[in-house]
Nanobody, 123 residues
Framework: VQLQACGGGLVQAGGSLRLSCAAS????????MGWFRQAPGKEREFVTA????????YYAESVKGRFTISRDNAKNTVYLQMNSLKVEDTAVYYC?????????????????WGQGTQVTVSS
């Protein structure tokens, strides 16, 4: 599985962005997908994950109620809708894929990673 993330950019606080992560490979629909982010000088942290069917999701507390993850298995794509963005959301955002949904917040075990896309939120 290869992952290609896009959609990052510069936005003012309170604004919105939608990230996309397109996957290649025939087994996309059997993988859980998710997003992590890494701010300068900080460790990569979990943001959200979605099960292979799209029926289950979970979020980091810091983004709950503001971010929404979704997927379209017909298009091999996962999305991250980010609303009410805050300056502290500024980071490089990475998508990831792994068969294990329940453990998805453990970045050290995840199988596939995409390249990052920069999100910058200005005050």
């Amino acid at each position: 599985v290869q992952l290609q993330a896009c959609g990052g950019g510069l936005v003012q606080a309170g604004g919105s962005l939608r990230l996309s992560c397109a996957a290649s490979g025939r087994f996309f629909s059997s993988y859980a997908m998710g997003w992590f982010r890494q701010a300068p000088g900080k460790e990569r942290e979990f943001v959200t994950a979605i099960s292979w069917s799209g029926s289950d999701t979970y979020y980091a507390e810091s983004v709950k109620g503001r971010f929404t993850i979704s997927r379209d298995n017909a298009k091999n794509t996962v999305y991250l809708q980010m609303n009410s963005l805050k300056v502290e959301d500024t980071a490089v955002y990475y998508c990831a894929a792994d068969p294990r949904f329940a453990e998805f917040s453990r970045r050290e075990i995840l199988t596939y990673w995409g390249q990052g896309t920069q999100v910058t939120v200005s005050s």
